[in-house]
């Protein structure tokens, strides 16, 4: 990236980080009372909540497996480098803006793999993953707003995240079905859309199609659990429907990560809800920093663990970032995540 780039970048960054430090300022909490939140904190349910959520990313890697054992022909690799490869997203996720973790685990799977012609169907697996969290994150809707105490701004949110959601499945499913033959021979434009039917295969097969869901319901389910048992960490004795709420809200309030995490954002979109609940704004407050620590403490650790057993560093992403920053109108998957791959095979 040139000199005139990375200004352009920062122009644009600079007024998101406004709004960020503003939405701190006028909506903060008195951080005397939320430091003494801290004070009161019950460990045993914060263990809890950490192993919760280490067993949601298992079962959500899991879910990836599946759609990729039906993206490409075998030999499949092993569930331990597909797990690698979503463990180092998680943490690009955690760390970086925007999504580069999904460009980074595309490219850490395809090391592995040292196949070629597969990177355009592992972009393809990774969006067919995404979209079977369509299904629990409905249910969760669904049933939050037949139990909770939803205020008013989150309803359009949720209703619009819903709407992309099932606009993004139906295309999917549509593009999945479509006919498709030889690759071979075909231009690479045709070459790159062929190869990226093939990683929404699962789409066609409704077994493995109905597996992912499954192991992508459970993932949902522990991490109900390890926000209603975040909540008895701090104190806040709410129903699980509450702990429902938190989930939907964190999940909207962090879908479009225009900052690492999005914090301070996640933290009022908990608070405020919580209000309803009788909770202290302060506690609340608390509570999404503690919870959102909770959460990184999983997506980083373990992506730390594996990003050093890949014999990959955190200069790494930043090159992953580097090219999702980069990228032109006439750019494809393909070439991002080649690019990506290069610069880890240089660390």
Not at 10 to 25: E, Q, W
Not at 149 to 164: D, E
Not at 203 to 226: H, K
């Amino acid at each position: 990236m040139n000199i005139r780039d990375k200004r352009w970048r920062l122009l644009l960054v600079l007024p998101l980080l406004a709004v960020a430090v503003s939405l701190i300022y006028w909506r903060g909490p008195d951080w005397s009372l939320v430091k003494d939140a801290f004070t009161v904190v019950r460990w045993e349910w914060v263990i809890a909540a950490i192993g919760l959520n280490l067993l949601s990313v298992i079962a959500r890697a899991l879910a990836w497996d599946t759609t990729i054992k039906q993206s490409i022909s075998p030999p499949h690799p092993p569930f331990r480098l597909v797990f690698s490869a979503f463990s180092v997203g998680l943490f690009g996720n955690a760390v970086l803006p925007g999504r580069v973790g999904e460009l980074a685990r595309v490219a850490v799977l395809r090391r592995r793999l040292n196949r070629k012609g597969t990177t355009a169907t592992l972009v393809g697996s990774v969006f067919a993953h995404r979209m079977f969290d369509l299904f629990p994150a409905a249910t969760l809707v669904v049933w939050v707003l037949l139990t909770a105490k939803l205020p008013g701004w989150a309803l359009t949110s949720i209703a619009l995240v819903l709407a992309i959601g099932v606009a993004l499945f139906v295309t999917a499913v549509a593009l999945a079905r479509s006919q498709h033959g030889e690759v071979e021979g075909l231009g690479r434009v045709r070459q790159l859309i062929a190869r990226g039917r093939e990683g929404l295969a699962v789409m066609r097969s409704p077994v493995p199609a109905a597996q992912a869901a499954a192991f992508q319901f459970f993932g949902w389910t522990c991490q109900l659990f390890a926000v209603w048992a975040a909540m008895r960490a701090f104190h806040i004795y709410e129903h699980l429907a509450a702990a429902g709420l938190v989930l939907v809200l964190i999940n909207v309030a962090t879908i479009f990560p225009l900052w690492p995490g999005n914090f301070g954002l996640v933290q009022i979109a908990i608070a405020l809800p919580l209000v309803n609940y009788g909770v202290d704004y302060a506690r609340g407050v608390a509570f999404g920093v503690g919870l959102q620590a909770i959460e990184a403490s999983v997506g980083v650790g373990v992506g730390l663990i594996f990003l050093a057993r890949e014999g990959l560093s955190y200069a790494t992403l930043k090159e992953f970032e580097q090219v999702e920053a980069d990228r032109g109108p006439a750019d494809t998957a393909e070439r991002h995540a080649d690019r990506a791959l290069a610069a880890a095979k240089r660390q």
